[in-house]
């Protein structure tokens, strides 16, 4: 019997589905519900959680999913992880699944590889960098710097190309007093860039979609042993 993985996404997300499904067991199956979005902005996500959020959480409740991802990183920092929290327990409650979201996911992961002064890169401007860096210091981590692209159309967030990820991170984090590297934002192609960004900067690299499918396996497999 298959395993269920639900994963919503803003609907012009056009990575964060190709991450999972590459690289889920084969004995799961994913299935997604999309928010509106289309400028990735702090009112732009307001209103995808506020107006469209419920919605897909209804809609992919239905597929009776036995695990559920919130899949927008900035949106999961947008209110605080206090929020962010409640939001995952309101997810399990209304579709019966065990939730996760992306940015907690983060968090656990970077405590994972032992990271504490962490370098940050985003697609972002800055008014999202601010809540990403935000949500990392209250959980305790040290964000040391954190550096965005500017792109606010969402769509053309994942126009950007890994070798492009790689360059930007070593621009601007190379020679930064960090032990640990962040690439955030789940429509960015961060995941096909993280080896070659930890062989530049010599350093354990986190990725939203990479961190979020480590604990949607470690699940899995706790829940298989």
Do not use: W
Not at 48 to 67: E, F, N, Q, S, Y
Not at 107 to 125: E, F
Not at 144 to 164: M, Q, S, Y
């Amino acid at each position: 019997m298959s395993t269920r993985i639900g994963l919503i996404v803003p609907s012009s997300n056009t990575v964060a589905e190709v991450d999972f499904y590459r690289r889920l067991p084969a004995d799961c199956t994913l299935h997604t519900a999309r928010m509106y979005l289309e400028e990735t902005t702090p009112e732009g996500e307001s209103a995808m959680i506020d107006d469209h959020l419920p919605v897909a959480i209804t809609d992919l409740g239905t597929t009776r999913p036995d695990v559920m991802v919130f899949g927008c990183t900035s949106a999961g920092a947008l209110r605080g992880n206090e929020y962010e929290a409640e939001l995952v327990r309101r997810i399990g409650e209304r579709t019966g699944a065990v939730s996760f979201s992306v940015a907690a996911s983060v968090r656990q992961a970077i405590r994972a590889a032992g990271g504490q002064r962490v370098g940050v890169i985003t697609p972002y401007v800055d008014a999202l960098n601010e809540k990403i860096a935000q949500s990392l210091q209250d959980d305790g981590l040290e964000v040391v710097a954190i550096h965005g692209l500017g792109i606010t159309d969402n769509f053309a967030i994942a126009d950007v190309e890994p070798e492009r990820i790689v360059e930007f991170a070593v621009e601007r984090l190379a020679g930064a007093d960090i032990d640990l590297a962040f690439a955030s934002c789940t429509n960015f192609r961060a995941f096909d860039a993280r080896e070659d960004i930890h062989r530049e900067l010599g350093l354990p690299v986190v990725t939203s979609n990479q961190a979020a499918l480590s604990v949607v396996l470690d699940h899995l497999g706790a829940a298989a042993g």
